[in-house]
């Protein structure tokens, strides 16, 4: 029972364009929710989170916005450049510092 | 400087061999995890370690005993390896309540 799901496999962007990427969960405890980025043959790097009591939460060129009533969640990177390109993982967990659920993961390349 | 480092980075052993993965992060951390990638790309949480006692032990066959003989260290041994225990395995990291930071990964392929 997948209770983070990443629906998109992969997603193509030019340079200097917007990435959205998108996850969706189905556990109502989930309040802490995080997005990592992996390089191949490489551990998956901390991006960026966001608490259930926020909507927004902003660093330099990433953004992630929370919509609890959907149950969804969005990373927005603005604009996308090369090295950005990496997989990207959804995570969320039942308070601060739980076990992390995480997503399938979405491939982003990014085009020059 | 490694934060969180595993070894080996690559395992390659036979059916029915038990095997050792070590992890150690130099962060000051006091709550460790380990974490199993399988074919289908899911990271999923195997167990979780705080000032060296278990605190997260997912439904994993008891084949796998993580130990953690200090704060810093979480070694995962793994006894009669079977083919589906082909992963790649991740260590992680964390202050309790704070997020967690991982390491390359071990890559195990069951022959």
């Known amino acids: 029972d997948q209770q983070v799901k990443q629906n998109s496999p992969s997603l193509s962007v030019q340079e200097g364009r917007i990435s959205i990427l998108n996850c969706d969960y189905t556990?109502?405890?989930?309040?802490?929710f995080l997005w990592y980025k992996k390089y191949p043959a490489e551990g998956p790097t901390f991006l960026i989170s966001i608490s259930s009591i926020k909507d927004k939460n902003e660093d330099g060129r990433f953004t992630v916005f929370l919509n609890k009533s959907a149950k969804h969640l969005s990373l927005h990177i603005v604009p996308s450049q090369p090295g950005d390109s990496a997989v990207y993982f959804c995570a969320a967990s039942a308070g601060y510092g739980n076990k992390l659920v995480f997503g399938a993961g979405t491939i982003l390349r990014v085009k020059s | 400087d490694t934060a969180v480092s595993q070894t080996p980075k690559y395992l390659v052993t036979q059916m029915g061999n038990d095997k050792s993965i070590k992890c150690e992060q130099n962060l000051g951390h006091d709550t460790m995890y380990w974490y199993k990638q399988d074919s289908k790309k899911f990271l999923k949480i195997m167990f979780s370690y705080n000032n060296k006692e278990l605190i997260i032990n997912e439904t994993v066959p008891n084949r796998f005993s993580p130990k953690s003989p200090d704060k810093a260290h979480l070694n995962l041994h793994i006894n009669s390896l079977e083919l589906g225990d082909s992963a790649v395995y991740f260590c992680a990291s964390s202050r309790v309540e704070e997020t967690q930071y991982f390491g390359p990964g071990t890559r195990l392929l069951v022959l």
């Open positions: 556990n109502s405890m989930f309040d802490y």
